[in-house]
């Protein structure tokens, strides 16, 4: 099947948190990412628009008991730039991980203007 989106890896942020994971939870992601390149509509469950935060997005991952967040964002519309990642212990997504997500996100569009 041909991709819809493109997944690109801004610097090593998400490297650095998929590296230590489990090869059950790496698999997992691969899959949800295989379903955000593949499929026009991805379900909710997989990917949602972060309240509050204009232009950033979850791609959002579980496996066994734990749940696990990427956050990202569209480019053009098509590609889906991974920023960090984290493993989610309560109820409400930490504001230092949607702080960390938004300078990034920040980060590369300001790179791209430059470029």
């Known amino acids: 099947m041909k991709s819809r989106r493109e997944i690109l890896l801004y ?27 593949e499929e026009e509509n991805v379900p909710v469950r997989f990917f949602k628009h972060v309240e509050g935060v204009k232009g950033l997005y979850e791609i ?8 696990y967040r990427i956050f990202c964002c569209l480019d053009d519309g098509r590609i889906v730039v991974l920023f960090n ?31």
């Open 85 to 115: 990642g984290f493993q989610k212990k309560s109820q409400k997504t930490p504001l230092k991980e949607i702080e960390l997500a938004t300078r990034i996100m920040k980060e590369y569009f300001k790179g791209k203007k430059g470029k």
């Open 60 to 67: 959002r991952v579980e496996y066994e008991s734990n749940i």
């Open 11 to 37: 610097k090593d942020y998400f490297k650095l948190f998929y590296a230590p994971l489990s090869a059950g939870v790496r698999n997992k992601i691969k899959y949800v990412l295989k379903v955000l390149q």
